[in-house]
Nanobody
């Protein structure tokens, strides 16, 4: 399995910016996508953004389009999530995930590898 470690979370005021990082172990051939999920207490987990390694295809949750950017650096074994214009509703634990494809991410990445998460708190 792929090992994942998130970092970069913290407390920020509404309208501010944060960049999350995820360092990972060597990816297998069958692992072609990585993503960021988030979950707030009492709410359902949701896919925030995902990217494929082979084609660079990206997908974003409608509410974060234009504000968040997902990117990768395969040489450095790192995934990033650049967040700007943050809103209180962005407050959640953010998880880094590795899975087979973008399609598997969209259905919850049940068989994927998950990090422990990093807390992002946006104050009003």
């Amino acid at each position: 399995q792929v090992q994942l470690v998130e970092s970069g979370g913290g407390l920020v005021q509404a309208g501010g910016s944060l960049t999350l990082s995820c360092t990972h172990s060597r990816l297998t051939f069958s692992t072609d996508a990585m993503a960021w999920f988030r979950q707030a207490p009492g709410k359902e987990r949701e896919l925030v953004a995902t990217i494929s390694w082979s084609g660079g295809t990206t997908y974003y949750l409608d509410s974060v389009k234009g504000r968040f950017t997902i990117s990768r650096n395969s040489t450095m074994n790192t995934l990033y999530l650049q967040m700007s214009s943050l809103k209180p509703e962005d407050t959640a634990v953010y998880y880094c995930v590795a899975d087979r494809t973008v399609a598997t991410m969209k259905v919850g990445a049940t068989l994927g590898s998950w990090g422990q998460g990093t807390q992002v708190t946006v104050s009003s």
